[in-house]
C-alpha cells in the first residue's frame, strides 16, 4: 500500500472517527512525522521497533527473510516480529539490518561502557562449550545415552576449568 | 527462605532514610546479563532453562560478595508469593507472570536481587532508600564483577553487554529514580516535567511500571539510551536533572503552602480522616489517600507521624501482602474491608503513640 501523500510504501495506519464515519488513513514513516501523528500515539516500544526493523529493511526483505542463525534457529522474521534475538550470536548474524536500528534506538553504535576482564579470555572456551552443549543435545535426541554421558563429563571438565576462583 | 516473613519487615529502600528522603523514595540499577554459551530465555527450552537455573543457582550462592544471596525457586511458588515478590521490588510482573524454571536470589536487606531467567538469563538489581545514584551503581558493579568471575557473559567488543532486547544491549543498565511528586500533580505542572525529560531521552513511569497514570503520585525516571554511553555518563545525566524536579517540586509544595494553605490542610486532614475511619478501601484509594498524608507529613501538616511508617503502608496494603499479613486468600470485597480495617488499626496505634 501506498503513502497517500507520496510515493514511499505506508507503514503508518490510521482509523479516524468522525460523527460516527470511519475514515482510513495511510502514510510513510516521513509524511507521517510531517504531520505529527505519531506523537499522538501511545508508546508501544514492541510496534516502534517493529516499525523501525521494517523500515530498515525495506528491499532486502527477501534476501533477509531467509536469514536463520545458526547457533539457535531463529529467522530473521522471527526476530523481526518478536523485537527479541534467540542468542548472542544473533548480533552478528543479523548485524547488517541490526545496525541501522540500534543507532535509531540508542543514537550510538559502539559500547563505551565497562568492560567484563574474563568474557575475552574465555570467548574461545566458550565457543567450545556452546558447540559439545549442541553435540548433548543431539545426543539425547536420538538416545545415544553412552555418548550423552561422555559429552556431559567433558562440559564439566571444561566449565571447571573455566572457573578462576 | 521463609517468605512469609518477609511481610513482617520492610526492604531497604523504604527507610526514607538517603538524602533528599522526603521526595525521592529510591534509586535503583538494573543490570542485563545473558551466558554466552546459551540461547537467550524466549529461545531456551525448559530443558535449557533448567540447566541456566542449575548453573546461577550454584554460582550465585557460592560468590565471595556480603550480603550473601540466597535463592529462591519460583517455579512451585503460589501465584501470591510470587505477587508478594512483585510488590517488594524482587522480582519484575514479567518473570512473576512467566513459566518454567525461574528464580530470585536476594539477601535479607532486599537491597540487592538477582532475577534468573527473566527477559535475559541475569537481571541484577540494587535498590537503595534516597537519592543515592552511586552507592546504586557501587553495589551493582561490585556485584557484576564477583558474579563475571564465576559466569562466562555475552559480551563483545562493538557492543557490549548482548541482550535478548536491542533495547539493553551496551551497558545493559538501566539506571532509576523513584520520585514523590504530589505537588507537582496538584499545581498541574507534572505534563510539563514528562515533556522535558522526554526531550532529553529519559522515560517516566508510575510505581510498578503500569500505564501512564502513576498511583500515589510516584514517578519513575530512567534511562532508555544503554549503546554509545558509559555507565558513569547516564548515571550522571540522570543524577543533574533530578535535583531540578526535586526544586520544581519544593516550590510547587511552598506555593501550596503559601497560597492554598487552608485547602491543603483540609485535603491532607480528610486523607487522613478517612483513612482512620473508612469501612472499605481499594488499593487504588489507598494509594492516593497515603499521597496526601505523606505530603501533609513533608509539610508538617500532621506532626509526629514517621515519614518510614507511611512508606511501609503503601507496601503493606498491596493485595499480597494484605493477604499475607492475615494469613489467607481473599477476594477483592474482602480486600478493600480488610485493607481498611488494617490502616484503621494501623494509623490509630500510630496516633496514640503520640
Not at chain 1, 113 to 142: F, S
Not at chain 2, 48 to 59: D, H, M, N, P, V
Not at chain 2, 68 to 81: F, G, I, K
Not at chain 2, 220 to 237: A, D, F, R
Request: hydrophobic share 35%.
Amino acid at each position: 500500500m501506498k503513502c497517500q501523500s507520496c510515493e514511499q510504501s505506508a507503514t503508518v495506519h490510521l482509523t479516524e472517527i468522525v460523527n460516527g464515519k470511519k475514515k482510513e488513513k495511510h502514510f510513510c514513516q516521513d509524511c507521517a512525522q510531517k504531520l505529527e501523528l505519531l506523537k499522538q500515539q501511545e508508546l508501544n516500544l514492541t510496534a516502534i521497533l517493529q516499525s523501525v526493523i521494517g523500515q530498515h529493511v525495506g528491499g532486502q526483505t527477501d534476501e533477509l527473510s531467509r536469514l536463520t542463525c545458526p547457533s539457535c534457529g531463529i529467522k530473521y522474521m522471527e526476530f523481526k516480529a518478536a523485537g527479541r534475538c534467540g542468542c548472542p550470536q544473533d548480533y552478528q548474524i543479523f548485524r547488517e539490518p541490526l545496525m541501522p536500528l540500534l543507532e535509531r534506538i540508542h543514537r550510538g553504535r559502539r559500547h563505551v561502557g565497562k568492560v567484563p576482564p574474563h568474557a575475552l579470555k574465555h570467548a574461545a572456551l566458550q565457543a567450545e562449550l556452546r558447540e559439545l552443549r549442541q553435540q548433548l543435545r543431539n545426543a539425547i535426541e536420538r538416545e545415544a545415552y553412552e555418548d550423552a554421558a561422555r559429552l556431559r563429563d567433558q562440559i564439566k571438565q571444561k566449565e571447571n576449568a573455566d572457573e578462576p576462583g | 527462605m521463609n517468605l512469609d516473613s518477609l511481610t513482617e519487615q520492610s526492604g531497604e529502600w523504604l527507610r526514607a532514610s538517603g538524602p533528599e528522603a522526603d521526595i525521592v523514595i529510591s534509586c535503583r540499577i538494573r543490570l542485563a546479563r545473558n551466558l554466552s554459551s546459551f540461547p537467550f530465555t524466549n529461545r531456551a527450552s525448559t530443558h535449557q532453562k533448567a540447566e541456566i537455573e542449575q548453573y546461577l543457582k550454584g554460582r550465585l550462592e557460592k560468590i565471595d560478595f556480603e550480603p550473601r544471596l540466597e535463592y529462591v525457586n519460583l517455579a512451585p511458588l503460589s501465584a501470591l508469593d510470587r505477587q508478594l515478590l512483585v510488590e517488594r521490588q524482587l522480582i519484575s510482573r514479567e518473570l512473576a507472570n512467566s513459566e518454567g524454571p525461574r528464580g530470585v536470589a536476594f539477601a535479607g536487606s532486599e537491597i540487592i536481587s538477582v532475577m534468573v531467567n527473566e527477559e535475559d538469563h541475569v537481571r541484577m538489581q540494587v535498590i537503595r532508600s534516597g537519592f543515592t545514584l552511586d552507592e546504586a551503581w557501587q553495589d551493582a558493579d561490585r556485584l557484576d564483577d564477583k558474579l563475571e568471575e564465576k559466569v562466562p557473559y555475552a559480551f563483545n567488543e562493538e557492543l557490549g553487554y548482548l541482550t535478548a532486547c536491542p533495547t539493553n544491549v551496551g551497558t545493559g543498565m538501566r539506571a532509576s529514580v523513584m520520585l514523590h511528586l504530589p505537588a507537582l500533580v496538584l499545581t498541574k505542572q507534572i505534563e510539563k516535567v514528562f515533556r522535558a525529560l522526554q526531550k532529553i531521552n529519559l522515560a517516566v513511569r508510575g510505581l510498578y511500571g503500569e500505564g501512564s497514570r502513576a498511583s500515589g503520585d510516584f514517578y519513575q525516571i530512567s534511562n532508555q539510551v544503554t549503546l554509545g554511553k558509559s555507565e558513569t555518563t547516564i548515571i550522571n545525566e540522570i543524577r543533574d536533572v533530578v535535583p531540578n524536579i526535586i526544586n520544581y517540586e519544593r516550590q510547587a509544595r511552598q506555593a501550596l503552602t503559601r497560597e492554598n494553605h487552608a485547602q491543603v490542610l483540609d485535603r491532607v486532614r480528610r486523607a487522613f480522616g478517612v483513612l482512620k475511619n473508612a469501612a472499605m478501601m481499594t488499593s487504588e484509594e489507598t494509594m492516593d489517600l497515603l499521597s496526601s498524608v505523606r505530603l501533609g507529613v513533608n509539610l508538617g501538616l500532621i506532626d509526629d507521624i514517621d515519614i518510614f511508617k507511611v512508606n511501609e503502608l503503601f507496601i503493606h496494603t498491596q493485595p499480597a501482602h494484605l493477604q499475607k499479613l492475615l494469613g489467607r486468600q481473599l477476594d477483592s470485597e474482602e480486600r478493600n474491608t480488610e485493607r481498611a480495617r488494617f490502616l484503621r488499626n494501623r494509623l490509630r496505634e500510630m496516633d496514640s503513640l503520640n
